[in-house]
């Protein structure tokens, strides 16, 4: 198997070129369960845009202990995360904990569409908004209403892979399991 830029392989990945922040080429794979020709769809970390990710960084002292645990965020289409960052606030583009250290880019094709909306840049746009505004409005609990429920109720709004069981519990094991460091 050789590693050459656009040549599949026999798994379902494609591998890519792509540009570092110092203009250096490195290679990076992507599912070609979603392979978007729009430029706007890349991790460009430099900029620090995650455009349909769930975005994940370690919380000081908590995470060396527990590596599980950690503090999430959810970015619009556009790459700007929001995260549940205190009590009333949810930070736009201002992660509580630094900068983002571990991602997953969800499949728009996934987003559950109705017979109104069409456009799954749009819904997945409102329920991250969705979901912000109404985390503006409450208390922040580390043990039970915190950053991870702010992220399970945007994907739970858009119906993420026709589900609405997200929760604190199954976003930390997927983010700690599938997640990819930046």
């Known amino acids: 198997m050789s590693i050459v830029p656009g040549e599949q392989n026999k798994a379902t990945t494609t591998i890519i070129p792509i540009e570092d922040s110092l203009k250096s080429k490195q290679i990076q794979m992507v599912d070609n369960g979603f392979l978007s020709n729009n430029l706007n769809d890349r ?82 746009d409102k329920a991250v908004e969705q979901a912000s505004d109404e985390y503006k409005k409450r208390m922040h609990n580390l ?13 739970n709004t858009m119906s993420y892979d026709r589900k609405h069981t997200y929760n604190m519990i199954s976003l930390a094991c997927w983010m700690f399991f599938c997640g990819k460091f930046v």
Do not use: K
Not at 86 to 103: H, N, Q
Not at 143 to 155: E, F, G, K, P, Q
């Open 43 to 124: 991790i460009d970390v430099a900029r620090v845009r995650y455009p349909h990710c769930i975005v994940w960084t370690p919380i000081p002292i908590l995470s060396w202990l527990f590596p599980i645990v950690g503090h999430m965020g959810i970015a619009r289409t556009d790459g700007v995360i929001r995260d549940f960052a205190g009590p009333y606030y949810v930070s736009e583009d201002d992660m509580a904990f630094g900068l983002p250290t571990r991602y997953l880019q969800l499949d728009l094709n996934r987003v559950s569409t109705t017979t109104n909306t069409s456009n799954v840049r749009t819904i997945w």
């Open 143 to 155: 043990c039970c209403d915190n950053c991870h429920s702010h992220v399970a109720l945007a994907l």
